[in-house]
Protein backbone atom coordinates (compact mmCIF):
# COMPACT_ATOMS: atom_id res chain seq x y z
CA UNK A 1 0.00 0.00 0.00
CA UNK A 2 0.64 3.48 -0.93
CA UNK A 3 1.82 5.32 2.50
CA UNK A 4 0.63 8.45 2.66
CA UNK A 5 3.18 10.44 4.10
CA UNK A 6 3.18 12.02 7.79
CA UNK A 7 0.56 11.41 10.13
CA UNK A 8 -3.57 11.66 8.69
CA UNK A 9 -5.98 14.18 9.74
CA UNK A 10 -9.63 14.27 9.60
CA UNK A 11 -11.44 16.96 8.16
CA UNK A 12 -15.49 17.82 8.52
CA UNK A 13 -17.56 20.46 8.00
CA UNK A 14 -21.14 20.39 8.88
CA UNK A 15 -23.77 23.18 7.48
CA UNK A 16 -27.11 23.62 8.49
CA UNK A 17 -29.60 26.72 9.14
CA UNK A 18 -32.19 27.38 11.78
CA UNK A 19 -36.03 26.41 11.09
CA UNK A 20 -39.00 27.63 11.95
CA UNK A 21 -39.78 27.49 15.22
CA UNK A 22 -41.34 24.15 16.56
CA UNK A 23 -41.47 22.44 19.87
CA UNK A 24 -39.24 19.55 19.86
CA UNK A 25 -39.69 16.06 21.86
CA UNK A 26 -37.91 16.40 25.08
CA UNK A 27 -37.23 19.91 23.76
CA UNK A 28 -37.80 23.26 25.47
CA UNK A 29 -40.49 25.26 24.08
CA UNK A 30 -39.64 27.14 21.09
CA UNK A 31 -36.29 25.61 20.37
CA UNK A 32 -35.56 25.40 16.71
CA UNK A 33 -34.39 22.34 15.21
CA UNK A 34 -31.45 23.04 12.91
CA UNK A 35 -32.41 21.67 9.07
CA UNK A 36 -29.08 19.73 7.69
CA UNK A 37 -28.05 21.63 4.42
CA UNK A 38 -24.57 19.84 3.85
CA UNK A 39 -21.81 17.66 5.54
CA UNK A 40 -18.39 16.14 4.17
CA UNK A 41 -15.42 14.33 5.94
CA UNK A 42 -12.56 12.57 5.20
CA UNK A 43 -8.92 11.56 5.79
CA UNK A 44 -5.77 14.10 4.54
CA UNK A 45 -2.61 14.84 4.74
CA UNK A 46 -1.49 18.02 6.75
CA UNK A 47 -0.64 19.58 3.24
CA UNK A 48 -3.97 18.69 1.86
CA UNK A 49 -6.11 20.91 4.22
CA UNK A 50 -6.17 24.02 2.93
CA UNK A 51 -7.34 22.57 -0.41
CA UNK A 52 -10.25 20.55 1.14
CA UNK A 53 -11.24 23.11 3.66
CA UNK A 54 -11.85 25.48 0.78
CA UNK A 55 -13.49 22.85 -1.46
CA UNK A 56 -15.94 21.91 2.00
CA UNK A 57 -16.88 25.74 2.47
CA UNK A 58 -17.60 26.45 -1.32
CA UNK A 59 -20.02 23.17 -1.41
CA UNK A 60 -21.71 24.68 2.27
CA UNK A 61 -22.40 28.21 0.82
CA UNK A 62 -23.05 27.01 -2.87
CA UNK A 63 -25.87 24.34 -1.73
CA UNK A 64 -28.65 23.08 -3.73
CA UNK A 65 -30.71 22.51 -0.37
CA UNK A 66 -29.85 26.91 0.22
CA UNK A 67 -27.81 28.75 2.16
CA UNK A 68 -26.74 28.01 5.57
CA UNK A 69 -26.55 30.32 8.66
CA UNK A 70 -24.03 27.61 10.78
CA UNK A 71 -20.68 26.25 8.97
CA UNK A 72 -18.76 24.16 11.41
CA UNK A 73 -15.45 22.99 10.57
CA UNK A 74 -13.46 20.23 13.01
CA UNK A 75 -9.92 19.54 11.70
CA UNK A 76 -8.41 16.54 14.36
CA UNK A 77 -5.16 15.33 14.28
CA UNK A 78 -5.36 11.07 13.83
CA UNK A 79 -2.43 9.42 16.14
CA UNK A 80 -4.46 5.85 15.11
CA UNK A 81 -2.95 4.02 12.06
CA UNK A 82 -5.71 3.58 10.17
CA UNK A 83 -7.18 -0.03 9.14
CA UNK A 84 -6.95 -0.95 5.65
CA UNK A 85 -10.62 -2.06 3.86
CA UNK A 86 -11.38 -3.27 0.66
CA UNK A 87 -12.81 -1.09 -1.66
CA UNK A 88 -16.25 -1.80 -2.70
CA UNK A 89 -16.46 -2.73 -7.02
CA UNK A 90 -19.59 -0.27 -8.67
CA UNK A 91 -22.17 -1.51 -10.73
CA UNK A 92 -24.95 0.53 -12.21
CA UNK A 93 -28.98 -0.34 -12.39
CA UNK A 94 -31.24 2.14 -14.57
CA UNK A 95 -34.55 2.54 -13.91
CA UNK A 96 -37.05 4.26 -15.29
CA UNK A 97 -39.01 5.68 -12.60
CA UNK A 98 -39.19 6.02 -9.19
CA UNK A 99 -41.17 2.56 -9.07
CA UNK A 100 -39.11 0.80 -10.69
CA UNK A 101 -36.36 2.16 -8.77
CA UNK A 102 -37.95 0.74 -5.33
CA UNK A 103 -38.29 -2.45 -6.84
CA UNK A 104 -34.84 -3.14 -7.92
CA UNK A 105 -33.93 -2.03 -4.17
CA UNK A 106 -36.18 -4.35 -2.37
CA UNK A 107 -35.28 -7.49 -4.83
CA UNK A 108 -31.16 -6.32 -3.59
CA UNK A 109 -31.87 -5.89 0.28
CA UNK A 110 -34.08 -9.01 0.33
CA UNK A 111 -30.71 -10.70 -1.52
CA UNK A 112 -29.03 -9.42 1.36
CA UNK A 113 -31.34 -11.19 3.49
CA UNK A 114 -34.22 -8.58 4.57
CA UNK A 115 -37.50 -9.06 4.90
CA UNK A 116 -39.83 -6.85 2.73
CA UNK A 117 -41.90 -5.69 6.10
CA UNK A 118 -38.18 -4.67 7.18
CA UNK A 119 -37.19 -2.88 3.66
CA UNK A 120 -40.20 -0.60 3.33
CA UNK A 121 -39.26 0.96 6.89
CA UNK A 122 -36.31 1.26 5.41
CA UNK A 123 -37.18 2.93 2.37
CA UNK A 124 -39.82 5.28 4.28
CA UNK A 125 -37.19 6.19 6.36
CA UNK A 126 -34.57 7.11 3.79
CA UNK A 127 -37.14 8.59 1.58
CA UNK A 128 -38.97 10.73 4.46
CA UNK A 129 -39.28 14.51 5.25
CA UNK A 130 -37.33 14.18 7.93
CA UNK A 131 -33.67 14.93 6.75
CA UNK A 132 -31.17 13.88 9.48
CA UNK A 133 -27.54 14.44 9.55
CA UNK A 134 -26.77 10.99 9.83
CA UNK A 135 -27.85 7.49 9.21
CA UNK A 136 -30.42 5.57 10.85
CA UNK A 137 -29.73 2.33 12.19
CA UNK A 138 -32.32 -0.18 11.80
CA UNK A 139 -32.69 -3.82 13.52
CA UNK A 140 -32.56 -6.89 10.52
CA UNK A 141 -35.60 -8.52 11.94
CA UNK A 142 -38.27 -6.36 13.89
CA UNK A 143 -37.22 -3.13 11.96
CA UNK A 144 -36.71 -1.44 15.13
CA UNK A 145 -34.42 2.05 15.11
CA UNK A 146 -31.71 1.46 17.17
CA UNK A 147 -29.71 5.16 16.49
CA UNK A 148 -29.55 6.87 19.81
CA UNK A 149 -30.56 10.03 18.56
CA UNK A 150 -32.93 9.79 15.95
CA UNK A 151 -33.12 13.60 15.01
CA UNK A 152 -29.24 13.53 14.24
CA UNK A 153 -28.30 9.75 13.26
CA UNK A 154 -25.06 8.07 13.29
CA UNK A 155 -22.50 10.14 11.00
CA UNK A 156 -19.70 8.30 9.28
CA UNK A 157 -16.69 9.85 9.63
CA UNK A 158 -12.41 9.64 9.70
CA UNK A 159 -12.52 7.72 6.12
CA UNK A 160 -10.35 7.59 3.20
CA UNK A 161 -9.25 6.26 0.26
CA UNK A 162 -5.54 5.40 -1.08
CA UNK A 163 -4.23 7.45 -3.23
CA UNK A 164 -3.17 4.48 -6.05
CA UNK A 165 -6.78 3.07 -5.29
CA UNK A 166 -8.51 6.46 -6.05
CA UNK A 167 -6.54 7.29 -9.02
CA UNK A 168 -8.00 4.05 -10.52
CA UNK A 169 -11.22 4.52 -9.12
CA UNK A 170 -11.37 7.53 -10.82
CA UNK A 171 -10.39 5.63 -13.97
CA UNK A 172 -13.06 3.22 -13.84
CA UNK A 173 -15.65 5.88 -12.51
CA UNK A 174 -14.85 7.92 -15.91
CA UNK A 175 -15.45 5.09 -18.41
CA UNK A 176 -18.89 5.52 -17.21
CA UNK A 177 -19.06 9.29 -17.14
CA UNK A 178 -19.59 9.20 -13.02
CA UNK A 179 -16.13 10.64 -12.20
CA UNK A 180 -17.45 13.09 -9.86
CA UNK A 181 -16.53 13.59 -6.45
CA UNK A 182 -20.04 12.70 -4.95
CA UNK A 183 -20.02 9.38 -6.18
CA UNK A 184 -16.20 8.94 -5.26
CA UNK A 185 -17.29 10.07 -1.39
CA UNK A 186 -20.12 7.98 -1.53
CA UNK A 187 -18.42 4.55 -2.80
CA UNK A 188 -15.61 5.04 0.36
CA UNK A 189 -18.37 5.95 2.33
CA UNK A 190 -20.33 2.66 1.52
CA UNK A 191 -16.61 0.86 1.78
CA UNK A 192 -16.42 2.07 5.46
CA UNK A 193 -19.97 0.59 6.55
CA UNK A 194 -19.94 -2.54 4.56
CA UNK A 195 -16.93 -3.42 6.24
CA UNK A 196 -18.36 -2.91 9.83
CA UNK A 197 -19.36 -6.12 11.65
CA UNK A 198 -23.04 -6.02 12.66
CA UNK A 199 -23.80 -4.33 9.23
CA UNK A 200 -25.55 -6.02 7.07
CA UNK A 201 -26.56 -3.55 4.41
CA UNK A 202 -27.17 0.31 3.61
CA UNK A 203 -29.57 1.76 1.34
CA UNK A 204 -29.05 5.72 0.19
CA UNK A 205 -31.32 8.61 -0.93
CA UNK A 206 -29.54 11.92 -1.57
CA UNK A 207 -31.01 14.54 0.16
CA UNK A 208 -29.62 16.84 -2.87
CA UNK A 209 -32.81 17.92 -5.27
CA UNK A 210 -31.30 17.19 -8.31
CA UNK A 211 -29.51 13.98 -7.17
CA UNK A 212 -31.76 11.19 -8.02
CA UNK A 213 -29.64 8.59 -8.16
CA UNK A 214 -29.10 6.53 -4.96
CA UNK A 215 -27.55 3.19 -4.10
CA UNK A 216 -27.74 -0.20 -2.33
CA UNK A 217 -24.18 -1.48 -0.81
CA UNK A 218 -23.42 -4.56 1.25
CA UNK A 219 -20.29 -6.73 1.47
CA UNK A 220 -21.97 -9.17 -1.12
CA UNK A 221 -23.60 -7.14 -3.31
CA UNK A 222 -20.72 -4.45 -3.72
CA UNK A 223 -21.84 -0.57 -4.02
CA UNK A 224 -24.74 -0.57 -6.43
CA UNK A 225 -26.14 2.53 -7.78
CA UNK A 226 -29.97 2.51 -8.74
CA UNK A 227 -30.82 5.45 -10.83
CA UNK A 228 -34.31 7.54 -10.37
CA UNK A 229 -34.60 6.58 -6.94
CA UNK A 230 -36.13 9.73 -6.52
CA UNK A 231 -38.45 12.58 -8.14
CA UNK A 232 -36.39 15.28 -9.24
CA UNK A 233 -37.01 18.80 -7.34
CA UNK A 234 -37.43 16.61 -3.66
CA UNK A 235 -35.66 17.37 -0.85
CA UNK A 236 -35.81 14.19 0.64
CA UNK A 237 -33.16 11.76 1.46
CA UNK A 238 -31.41 9.96 3.51
CA UNK A 239 -29.04 6.90 4.82
CA UNK A 240 -30.39 3.82 6.28
CA UNK A 241 -28.08 1.20 7.81
CA UNK A 242 -29.57 -2.24 8.54
CA UNK A 243 -28.18 -4.25 11.87
CA UNK A 244 -28.37 -7.88 12.90
CA UNK A 245 -30.99 -8.06 15.30
CA UNK A 246 -29.07 -8.73 17.96
CA UNK A 247 -26.04 -6.26 17.67
CA UNK A 248 -24.99 -4.32 19.88
CA UNK A 249 -24.82 -0.57 18.06
CA UNK A 250 -22.22 1.08 20.24
CA UNK A 251 -19.59 -1.03 18.99
CA UNK A 252 -21.16 -0.47 15.48
CA UNK A 253 -21.58 3.19 16.05
CA UNK A 254 -18.22 3.90 17.38
CA UNK A 255 -16.13 2.00 14.58
CA UNK A 256 -18.18 4.22 11.99
CA UNK A 257 -17.60 7.05 13.56
CA UNK A 258 -14.29 7.31 15.40
CA UNK A 259 -12.46 4.17 13.71
CA UNK A 260 -10.40 5.92 11.15
CA UNK A 261 -10.01 3.18 7.86
CA UNK A 262 -8.36 3.99 4.25
CA UNK A 263 -10.18 2.30 1.40
CA UNK A 264 -7.63 0.25 -0.95
CA UNK A 265 -8.67 -1.43 -4.07
CA UNK A 266 -7.61 -5.10 -4.22
CA UNK A 267 -4.52 -5.58 -7.00
CA UNK A 268 -5.77 -5.85 -10.28
CA UNK A 269 -9.74 -5.51 -8.97
CA UNK A 270 -11.79 -4.18 -11.44
CA UNK A 271 -14.02 -1.11 -9.97
CA UNK A 272 -16.39 -0.68 -12.51
CA UNK A 273 -18.54 -3.08 -14.53
N1 LIG B 1 -22.66 9.40 7.66
C1 LIG B 1 -23.94 8.99 7.80
N2 LIG B 1 -24.95 9.46 7.08
C2 LIG B 1 -24.66 10.39 6.17
C3 LIG B 1 -23.35 10.85 5.95
C4 LIG B 1 -22.31 10.32 6.75
N3 LIG B 1 -21.06 10.71 6.63
N4 LIG B 1 -23.40 11.79 4.97
C5 LIG B 1 -24.67 11.89 4.59
N5 LIG B 1 -25.45 11.05 5.32
C6 LIG B 1 -26.89 10.84 5.23
C7 LIG B 1 -27.68 12.06 5.66
O1 LIG B 1 -28.88 11.61 6.26
C8 LIG B 1 -28.02 12.73 4.36
O2 LIG B 1 -29.24 13.41 4.44
C9 LIG B 1 -28.13 11.56 3.41
O3 LIG B 1 -27.21 10.58 3.88
C10 LIG B 1 -27.82 11.90 1.99
O4 LIG B 1 -26.56 12.53 1.97
O5 LIG B 1 -23.23 6.70 -7.10
O6 LIG B 1 -25.12 12.80 -2.06
O7 LIG B 1 -24.66 13.75 1.00
O8 LIG B 1 -24.28 8.37 -8.09
O9 LIG B 1 -27.04 14.04 0.02
C11 LIG B 1 -25.00 8.88 -3.71
C12 LIG B 1 -24.22 8.75 -4.96
C13 LIG B 1 -24.90 10.31 -3.27
C14 LIG B 1 -24.91 7.79 -5.85
C15 LIG B 1 -25.39 10.40 -1.90
O10 LIG B 1 -25.81 11.85 -0.17
C16 LIG B 1 -24.07 7.61 -7.10
C17 LIG B 1 -25.41 11.81 -1.41
P1 LIG B 1 -26.01 13.17 0.66
MG1 LIG C 1 -26.70 16.11 0.35
Known amino acids: MEKISGSLWSVRMRAS ?16 KAI ?25 INHPRGLPDTITLTIEKVNEEPLAIPLLPVSTIVCQS ?18 REVIERGIRIAAGNEVMRGAS ?24 IERSSERRLSRG ?25 GVV ?23 VRVTKIKDPGSMSGGRIFFVE ?6 PIIDY ?9 LPPRDRVSR
Open 137 to 160: LIRSVSGIRAEPDTLRGVRVSRLG
Open 173 to 197: LARGGINTSTVKEAVVLASKVASCG
Open 17 to 32: RKGKKRRLSGGKSGEE
Open 36 to 60: HVSGAEGLYASCEIPRIVDGYLKRA
Open 98 to 115: PHEARRVICSLLSEAGLS
Open 201 to 223: AELCISDDPHYTTGYVASAGLGY
Open 245 to 250: EKADVS
Open 256 to 264: LEKIPVIAT
